[in-house]
């Protein structure tokens, strides 16, 4: 019994063997270039900051206190460190409103593309990813240079003589969230694009001949299909722009931060290396966290509906 | 074949010309960002075969962070005064010792030994100026010589001002405003220090070194701000002025050192004298419109800068700069902490 199972064993291991092997480089470069930095911003959390920023090597906690709670500069009284709260805050709202909207404006793309005929298809997917061809930072400057004070829009409603004063758009919580979505929002539409192609669509004209309302036919049956899609578009746009810092750091105008310039901010003038990882970690949990409950909350969703 | 040969002729011709390229030799300078005159560069690149490269900062730590991990890559920066002690106990520079260039001679008397490099055996000058205010006098008519344009804010200004980001300056300017002296260590100072930057944030719209274009674009209506750059805004917008707060400014220079771990040392060393002759300093300054501290360079200046109140401080407030300069650790730390809290 054994005898003739003996050949097949060993050329399976030799097999799996190879695989390994060859699948050995990969797996090198993403243990030393993925995990080795995470692992020396996770190593500088836990030790003391140096006079001019850098670390000392002596081991503190004081990183980590600093994410919660923050000392009174001048009594040393501690207390919950409500400024780092509301830039959390700050930066969750922010994100989770630009997922909204390129949600509520992406999903219609979508659609308008997949509905299209197979050849012209590939046109309009391919108008969607010209903005990537130019770099996020001129993206970003383009958006200035239309909301600023005497930028495109406010200039074209003083001559139109709808408001005597330029209207303060720019460096406020609003132009950041107009820059993420303009910035983001071809990552909503691909993914979604993806799963409804993939829609079959004589399932929503079965639901009309069933006398279905267009909004119900949308709600039972196109949205439980292109589910995948919509958490992939969202996962894609939600964790980016909770560490976004060249959109916040030049619509927001250095004064309303987000996460990914308070930690930056920690790394230079604040001088404060150790913060600055401790808060690097704590982004990357949160992202952790809300990643299992998106992934598990659809997982159980699409058990419901088979 | 045929097609791989032609290939490896093609790699073999760039190789030669990308060889050729170099070497005449490379300059890489790390420098504030708009501070460089591109035209003085192109002189300095003609007349020494040289191919320089500059790469922008936008403050002190920014640049000393870099700098101190190591394999930056860069032969010169230009650090401002307070900042250069550190740079030298941090080892950073070279010694180069510009008081043997041949154009050491121009310097003007008053730094050709200063406090914060004595003797000159690392830097060279950059430039000088102060910090004040820049005010659009279209939108605020009152008193403009005064840091309460920052931190009690005039109701015309509120929602209109910009603060530069440079930690010293901003504190330096705080401590001033409450009767302090430059790095004070005065708690009962301090305290009030911080209260007084806390409650004016709110009057602010950002916290920007991108001055010269917002200003003069209307997105800003005030600002903390530097002299140089104050006077750009003025041949932009004649109604900007510059104001010398009657509390106190601080008067700083930037200086032009070499780094220990520079590739293009004579280069670096060559473009050291370079910037002391007075023809290339006065080049430098028609372009970020600060003085230079080079002697008889005045006359390759623009003619626009003879007497322009942002260069040259006016008698009645000359009393009231003070001298920029590195704050004890202890103080320093302090100031860090206001700073960050203000930050957040």
Request: proline content about 6%; hydrophobic content about 45%; some cysteine.
């Amino acid at each position: 019994m054994t005898q003739p199972a003996g050949p097949i064993d060993a050329e399976q291991s030799r097999d799996i063997r190879k695989r390994w092997l060859l699948s050995l480089p990969a797996l090198l470069i993403i243990l030393v270039a993925a995990s080795g930095p995470l692992l020396i911003v996770l190593l500088y959390s836990f030790l003391t900051p140096g006079p001019y920023g850098d670390v000392a090597w002596r081991f503190s906690l004081e990183g980590w206190i600093g994410v919660v709670l923050e000392k009174d500069i001048f009594d040393d009284t501690l207390s919950l460190a409500d400024a780092h709260v509301s830039i959390f805050l700050r930066s969750a709202g922010l994100s989770l409103m630009t997922t909204v909207l390129t949600l509520l404006v992406g999903f219609p793309t979508a659609y308008f593309i997949a509905t299209r005929p197979e050849r012209s298809r590939e046109l309009w997917l391919f108008l969607i990813t010209i903005p990537f061809w130019t770099n996020l930072l001129i993206r970003t400057f383009a958006i200035l240079e239309i909301i600023r004070n005497e930028g495109l829009i406010n200039t074209l409603l003083i001559d139109l003589g709808l408001i005597g004063r330029p209207m303060q758009m720019l460096f406020t919580d609003g132009a950041i969230l107009v820059g993420m979505v303009y910035v983001y929002l071809p990552l909503m539409v691909l993914p979604l694009y993806a799963s409804m192609e993939k829609l079959d669509f004589r399932l929503v004209e079965a639901g009309y001949d069933l006398y279905a309302t267009p909004f119900r036919v949308l709600r039972r049956i196109i949205i439980p299909l292109v589910k995948p899609g919509i958490v992939a578009g969202s996962i894609l746009v939600f964790i980016p722009a909770l560490g976004a810092y060249v959109t916040p750091s030049i619509l927001g105008g250095g004064k309303n931060l987000m996460l990914g310039n308070l930690i930056e901010l920690q790394f230079g003038q604040g001088r404060n290396w150790p913060l600055g990882s401790a808060l690097s970690i704590t982004l990357m949990l949160i992202v952790m966290v809300a990643l299992l409950f998106y992934v598990r909350n659809a997982g159980s969703q699409g058990a419901r509906h088979g | 074949m045929k097609c791989m040969t032609a290939t490896m002729a093609l790699t073999a011709a760039l190789l030669a010309s990308t060889g050729l390229a170099r070497a005449e030799g490379e300059l890489n300078i790390y420098n504030w960002g708009n501070y460089t005159s591109p035209e003085m560069i192109k002189k300095f690149e003609d007349e020494y075969k040289v191919k320089v490269t500059i790469t922008d900062y936008d403050s002190n730590d920014t640049a000393l962070a870099k700098v101190r991990q190591g394999g930056s890559g860069f032969d010169m920066v230009v650090p401002s005064q307070n900042y250069i002690p550190i740079w030298i106990s941090e080892g950073l520079f070279l010694e180069t010792n510009p008081s043997q260039m041949e154009n050491f001679k121009n310097v003007a008397k008053e730094w050709v030994d200063p406090e914060f490099d004595r003797g000159r055996k690392y830097t060279v000058p950059w430039a000088m100026g102060t910090v004040g205010t820049v005010v659009n006098t279209d939108v605020y008519k009152g008193d403009i010589n005064t840091w309460a344009i920052i931190f009690d804010t005039p109701d015309e200004l509120k929602g209109k001002v910009n603060v530069v980001p440079e930690m010293n300056d901003v504190m330096d300017a705080a401590v001033l405003y409450n009767g302090g002296t430059k790095c004070t260590g005065d708690l009962t100072i301090l305290k009030k220090v911080r209260d007084t930057l806390i409650k004016a944030k709110p009057d602010w719209v950002a916290m920007e070194y991108g001055t010269v274009e917002k200003m003069g674009s209307g997105d800003f209506s005030a600002s903390s701000d530097w002299n140089g750059s104050a006077f750009r805004q003025r041949l932009k917008n004649p109604a900007i002025k510059y104001g010398y707060p009657k509390e106190g400014f601080v008067g700083w220079s930037d200086n032009l050192a070499v780094l220990k771990d520079a590739k293009n040392v004579e280069n670096a060393k060559l473009f050291q004298n370079f910037m002391m002759d007075p023809e290339n300093a006065g080049m430098n300054s028609g372009f970020h419109r600060y003085a230079n501290g080079i002697a008889g360079s005045d006359e390759f200046m623009p003619a626009d800068m003879k007497g322009a109140p942002e260069i040259d401080i006016p008698a009645e407030f000359a009393g009231n700069a003070v001298p920029s300069m590195t704050c004890p650790p202890e103080v320093q730390e302090l100031y860090t902490k206001i700073w960050t809290e203000l930050q957040k």
